[in-house]
């Protein structure tokens, strides 16, 4: 299952990001982890979450992202729930590719049994009918 929580820039999808995160931590029956651009979050969510920072692997596109969801699960079968934050501020403001990763995520939670949810800095009324069924 994906979720995508979509705003422009204060409309507190960050902060809905981390309550989430939060539930996730005391709810999920398995691993907690976090993909964000730089390293903001450190001191907001719990020891348990697993932090990555996307900006220190050098990740610039989908496809490099695409890559590191698939080698943290081959990795670490017990991921349950990952959160991206800032998901232009990882592979660019490209609304097409960025609706093109959404959807490559909904099929690779569905096959790997896990959670995705993906903050995007966009007006949500510009967002695609594809992308709309997960807001």
Known sequence: MIHVIMGLKGSGKTKKLIDSIKDAVVNAHGDVVCIEYGQKLTYDLPHKVRLVDSKEY??????????????LHAGNYDITNVYIDNLYKTIGNDRAAGEEFILWCAKFAEDNY??????VSDDAALASEAVKQYL
């Not at 596109?61 to 695409?66: A, E, I």
């Open 114 to 119: 896990m959670e995705i949810t993906v903050t």
């Open 58 to 71: 050098g990740i610039s596109n989908p496809d490099m992202l695409k890559g590191l969801l698939s080698g």
